[in-house]
């Protein structure tokens, strides 16, 4: 299969997913609003996606991945099936550890993540206890990471890239059935949405749990002693765990920062947290068609070439993959900088969201929106590092990046409040990329093909004009005031992107940009 046809597979499931996000944040929204019971469940949801980060898709998989490529096209198949038993046993007793610390500390973790919770003291108490309930999540999670990893390795997409949509539609239903019936109950509606965010992590695990014992892959996981001390003695083990400490760190430091970003929301005016936690959901949009589909399928394929010592494909791969964010992701951050308010207005302005909500989110939104093309660029080219199983450089240069982005916000945060905060991480995340950029050119790992220079102007034409076109449409309506007209400013809005779409399109392709080439390259 093709690296773009495997791109649109992840591309289009996690198109599906998206959507279904955008459902269950547009439900919660218009039935929570922006609050302090919705600060403490966005606080609470974060901490156990902090560690799922950690022993997940973020340093797990970072290592787990080449590591396991390399056993694949080095060793076979039969081999890299032991490599799975003994790292699925390593890491099913870490998270046991990890669970049980993770409950009995809960209310530490609050207060780091998010002491200013406490100006309201019943938002704290909350917070505290839907992460209790929620911190099982990251051992269901970090799991379905190793079968994510194991699936695309042996080239399965499809089932990694649809499973989130369970996570929404038990978040759908928890916000729809739980929320009111919890109510009824004289409890805290808000709590369903924790047991909402529980059920749909063992949900996806049990999808992939299918999927890998379908194919003869389902990790044998081992609860002696003996076979711990054995699994973590394998060479593959510890080369995961070698590779897990600079990826760790790497996991960390831009954790720091939101953790940073966090507390300092936490202390500015309610509602703050959830402002960019709305906008946050709506930038993961693009970000997760391009940058993620891109990084999933590229990372086993760039391991696999290195491993093959296939030079000049790893290369190739790299190329194809930045010029696939230049082409989708430089439209999609010109529509978040001019466009951004009808895009919160449709999605957002119903039940308890006010306009005053729709404003301050767009702000959050435009924030993401400045470093959107680093933000996906990032994706393609960290797997460069990490395929080479170089897992330092990257921290080096998120180290860095962390320093800078929070002096940036010493200076914003007075002048722009909330919006500061996602500003300052798009910058400091165009400034990573280009880092990144520049240490594969520099060692030689990447070469750029010819042809940059005009493919780069045919993209900014296109830009323009879908710029003027969208500037326009922002000022010709009134989006919140067509908040009564639910229907029509849904229907404005599709035709606005469909319009959108022809534009930029139609007029690379009239500069000479040959799109069907540039896709089966």
Not at 97 to 124: C, K, Y
Request: glycine share 8%; with cysteine.
């Amino acid at each position: 299969m093709s690296l773009f046809k495997s791109a649109s597979i992840v591309s289009l499931l996690t198109l599906v997913s998206r959507i279904t996000g955008l459902m269950r944040e547009l439900l919660m929204a218009s039935t929570f609003g922006a609050s302090a019971m919705t600060d403490a469940f966005n606080v609470a949801f974060r901490i156990p996606n902090l560690f799922r980060r950690f022993f997940g898709e973020g340093a797990f998989s970072q290592a787990f991945v080449p590591v396991l490529a390399a056993s694949k096209a080095q060793q076979g198949d039969e081999a890299t099936r032991l490599v799975i038993d003994r790292v699925a046993t390593v890491l099913v007793w870490a998270l046991l550890v990890l669970s049980v610390v993770g409950v009995l500390s809960a209310g530490g973790l609050v207060w780091i993540m998010a002491s200013g919770l406490q100006q309201n003291p019943r938002g704290f108490d909350v917070a505290v206890v839907m992460t209790r309930w929620m911190f099982p999540y990251i051992a269901f999670m970090s799991l379905v990471a190793l079968g994510a990893g194991v699936l695309n390795t042996w080239k399965h997409f499809a089932v990694p890239a649809a499973t989130p949509v369970l996570l929404n539609v038990c978040m759908i239903a928890a916000t729809a059935l739980g929320a009111p019936w919890f109510k009824s109950l004289g409890i805290e509606p808000i709590y369903a949405l924790a047991g909402g965010v529980l059920l749909g992590g063992a949900s996806q695990l049990g999808v992939q749990w299918w999927a890998l014992k379908r194919l003869a892959l389902q990790p044998r996981l081992r609860w002696r002693l003996s076979a711990l001390r054995e699994a973590w003695a394998c060479t593959e083990t510890q080369s995961v765990l070698r590779l897990m400490g600079p990826a760790l760190l790497g996991v960390s430091v831009a954790h720091i920062s939101m953790l940073i970003n966090t507390q300092i929301a936490s202390h500015l005016r309610p509602g703050s947290v959830s402002w960019i936690t709305y906008a946050d959901r709506l930038m993961e949009f693009p970000t997760a068609l391009l940058g993620v589909a891109m990084g999933v399928v590229l990372m086993p394929q760039l391991a696999g070439a290195r491993a093959s010592g296939d030079t000049a494909r790893y290369s190739s791969m790299l190329d194809w993959g930045l010029r696939l964010v230049a082409l989708l992701a430089v439209p999609c951050a010109v529509a978040l900088l001019v466009f951004p308010k009808p895009l919160v207005a449709v999605l957002y302005h119903y039940g308890a969201m006010t306009a005053f909500d729709v404003q301050q989110v767009t702000y959050a939104l435009m924030g993401w929106g400045t470093g959107l093309i680093g933000i996906v660029a990032i994706k393609v080219l960290a797997p460069g590092y990490y395929a080479n199983q170089d897992t330092k450089t990257p921290v080096r240069i998120a180290v860095g990046v962390l320093v800078f982005t929070q002096l940036l916000n010493l200076v914003l945060v007075p002048l722009f409040a909330h919006a500061a905060l996602t500003l300052s991480i798009g910058i400091g995340a165009l400034v990573n990329a280009l880092w990144l950029l520049m240490g594969l050119i520099k060692r030689g790992s990447y070469k750029p093909e010819p042809g940059w220079g005009a493919f780069l102007l045919q993209v900014l034409a296109g830009c323009v004009l879908l710029g003027v076109f969208l500037v326009w449409a922002n000022g010709h309506w009134d989006w919140t005031a067509l908040r009564a007209e639910s229907f029509k400013r849904i229907w404005l809005l599709a035709l606005v992107l469909i319009g959108s779409a022809a534009i930029y399109l139609g007029t690379v392709r009239v500069a000479g940009l040959q799109l069907r080439q540039l896709l089966r390259r």
